[in-house]
């Protein structure tokens, strides 16, 4: 986010662009995203606290939807925090992409190890994910097929 030499030339390379805002200011996050406004062809903000492991208090998911307005981009979420809802919680606020640390074993070297998520983990957050996508659904009210056999009933129609 602050090293605006290293963002335009990673900008100009063409290759899409993951930024992310843990430890960022506002102001810094702004600044950032002139340069790769400017300069990028794509590029996706990530939401996260660069704690290892983030207290579940100060994710601040709320973040996602308000990056999402004030910049008009792709916004995603990196998750370093223990378990798996808060991550599926950032999908349904609108977190087009997810990053998650894999660990083979929880008790290997390593900061980040411990709120590093298993392989069997990582399946359980993709099926979260995959449901959350499909209940949210499209935002658009309708009386569905399904219910139609209710409504006739307790409505006579």
Same mark, same amino acid.
Request: proline share 3%; aromatic share 8%.
């Given at each position: 986010?602050?090293?605006?030499?290293?963002? @335009?030339?990673?900008?100009?390379? !063409?290759?899409?662009?993951?930024?992310?805002?843990?430890?960022?200011?506002? @102001?810094?996050?702004?600044?950032?995203?002139?340069?790769?406004? *400017?300069?990028?062809?794509?590029?996706?903000?990530?939401?996260?606290?660069? %704690?290892?492991?983030?207290?579940?208090? &100060?994710?601040?998911? *709320?973040?996602?939807?308000?990056?999402? =307005?004030?910049? =008009?981009?792709?916004?995603?979420?990196? !998750?370093? &925090?223990?378990?798996?809802?808060?991550? %599926?919680?950032?999908?349904?606020?609108?977190?087009?992409?997810? &990053?998650?640390?894999?660990?083979?074993?929880?008790?290997?070297?390593?900061?980040?190890?411990?709120?590093?998520?298993?392989?069997? !983990?990582?399946?359980?957050?993709?099926?979260?994910?995959? %449901?959350?996508?499909?209940?949210?659904?499209?935002? @658009? *009210?309708?009386?569905?097929?399904? &219910?139609?056999? %209710?409504?006739? =009933?307790?409505?006579?129609?």
């Amino acid at each position: 986010m602050t090293n605006h030499k290293l963002l @335009k030339a990673s900008a100009q390379t !063409g290759v899409p662009i993951v930024a992310s805002t843990g430890m960022s200011t506002l @102001k810094e996050v702004d600044e950032a995203v002139a340069i790769l406004k *400017k300069h990028a062809s794509q590029f996706v903000l990530m939401h996260c606290n660069s %704690s290892y492991p983030a207290k579940l208090d &100060e994710l601040n998911l *709320k973040v996602i939807p308000a990056l999402k =307005k004030r910049y =008009k981009c792709l916004v995603g979420y990196s !998750g370093h &925090e223990y378990g798996l809802d808060s991550t %599926s919680t950032a999908v349904a606020f609108g977190a087009s992409i997810v &990053e998650r640390h894999i660990t083979l074993d929880h008790s290997m070297w390593g900061t980040d190890q411990a709120s590093s998520i298993e392989p069997q !983990g990582m399946d359980k957050l993709y099926k979260q994910i995959v %449901s959350i996508q499909r209940y949210l659904g499209n935002g @658009k *009210k309708k009386v569905y097929e399904s &219910e139609l056999p %209710s409504r006739k =009933k307790l409505r006579g129609y």
